[in-house]
């Protein structure tokens, strides 16, 4: 018999029950002692219909004789538990698989529709749960779900509204694993944290089919094969921050090392190999290099025109001769007069060029 709204119903396996308030969808409401409680229908047996009248209590069918002395008191008796149905394990079921899922009330209108939280507890074990949420820029989490699922079941959560929204950007879930009825194998208690989109709420595409679902929902995979998600999580801040630190590293640092102009007794060496020039050569051509390289050629220079007799080593390398033909260049052109000659093959190979300065204001 399908309950309907006034039915007094208790559940199917486990004890408890109340009046039927409301129906919506699979899911019966029932006032507990003045708490709604949500439940399956399958899971409501009707024990008295709306609108039947109730037993008396006290009513008598015949006056019945008044004893001589008062009756001793009987103690109380508890009710008996009801029986809980046996649980039919699976093969699959030893490890746990746990995917909450929301789906719109009506998907044909977002923006105007609630959600529904439901929770699958894909094993052979018995799950406690806890949902919470809090807003990014919060502290304190807000306790939105908490309940049992049975082995091999879907529960439903709870409904949030829109308006909601904004106080979900962190979901929590924490979970405990265990059986009643047999041994079993201990299941670490775990915590799980998302960063829920929740701009996917608003779109029809990310509402999508699902192994545990009859409709299109945002499934979040809880845990799978036994392991807890760890999704990753992305302080806005911290993220900034990095992104700043990128933006600095990208940019090419030019610089001119204490090393990259060595003294020796009578001679000066200047290496001008690109890594003794930058810091980071990412984002930067031939081109680009070339002409630091040569920059760096002419201020070395100037700095020693008014120092006859100063001997100084360019270490170029060897390469294609790109840097050495420049370097000539500059040698036949803007500092002519000057000495030239290959530097120490024993000690530079043929990778440098010697220049002696000479007094050229003269000529």
Known sequence: MTPKIGDTVRYLNSVGGGIVVRISGNMAYVDE???ETPVLLRECVVVTPAGAPAPRPGTMSAPQPRPAEPAAPQPRQQPEPEPQMPVEETPDGETLDVVLGFEA????????SAFEAYLVNDSNYWLDYSIATRADGDELWTLRYRGTVEPNMQVFAGEFTREMLPEMDRLAVQYCAYKTDRGFRLKTPAQVEFNLDTTRFAKLHCFVRNEYFDNPVIALDVVRADRPSRPLRVDPAQLEKAMAEKRRADRPVRRTRPEAAKARPGVIEVDLHA???????????????LNAQVDHFRRVMDENLRHPGTRIVFIHGKGNGVLRQALAKELTHRYKGHDVQDASFREYGFGATQVTIRNTRGK
């Not at 009330?105 to 105007?112: D, E």
Request: hydrophobic share 40%.
């Open 275 to 289: 890594a003794e020039l930058f810091d980071d050569m990412r984002g930067l051509s031939n081109a680009d290099i």
């Open 105 to 112: 009330v009506n998907l044909k209108n977002l923006s105007q």
């Open 33 to 35: 002692d003045g708490f």
